[in-house]
Nanobody, 125 residues
Framework: QVQVVESGGGLVQAGGSLRVSCVVSGRTFSDLAVGWFRQAPGKEREFVAAIAAIGGYTNYAGFAAGRFTISRDNSKNTGHLQMDSLKPEDTAVYYC??????????????????WGQGTQVTVSS
């Protein structure tokens, strides 16, 4: 059984930084692409960033480029999303997802096979 478990959410002031992480178990992590999505209250889930299994290719949403950095540590089966210069509009539940089509850093949520339960990120003004 595959499990995706996020951690690292919390409350931060605008302009601050936060790193969320996810540990994936039950599959060979190095074969999986990892994506981060978020959902704010009253809004649809949206793509944040993704990293492919091979070559470290990354893909960012426009609002994330330049402020967020996605990375992975295959030795620890862990994906990370470093978020800097946070804004109140970044407040959302952040979800980590794993895609067995590991070659692609997809922005499409329906291409991801496994999802975590989400971690709350709140940015105060």
């Amino acid at each position: 059984q595959v499990q995706v478990v996020e951690s690292g959410g919390g409350l931060v002031q605008a302009g601050g930084s936060l790193r969320v992480s996810c540990v994936v178990s039950g599959r060979t992590f190095s074969d999986l692409a990892v994506g981060w999505f978020r959902q704010a209250p009253g809004k649809e889930r949206e793509f944040v960033a993704a990293i492919a299994a091979i070559g470290g290719y990354t893909n960012y949403a426009g609002f994330a480029a330049g402020r967020f950095t996605i990375s992975r540590d295959n030795s620890k089966n862990t994906g990370h999303l470093q978020m800097d210069s946070l804004k109140p509009e970044d407040t959302a539940v952040y979800y980590c997802a794993a895609n067995t089509a590991g070659a692609f850093a997809s922005s499409w949520s329906n291409e991801y096979d496994y999802w975590g339960q989400g971690t709350q990120v709140t940015v105060s003004s």
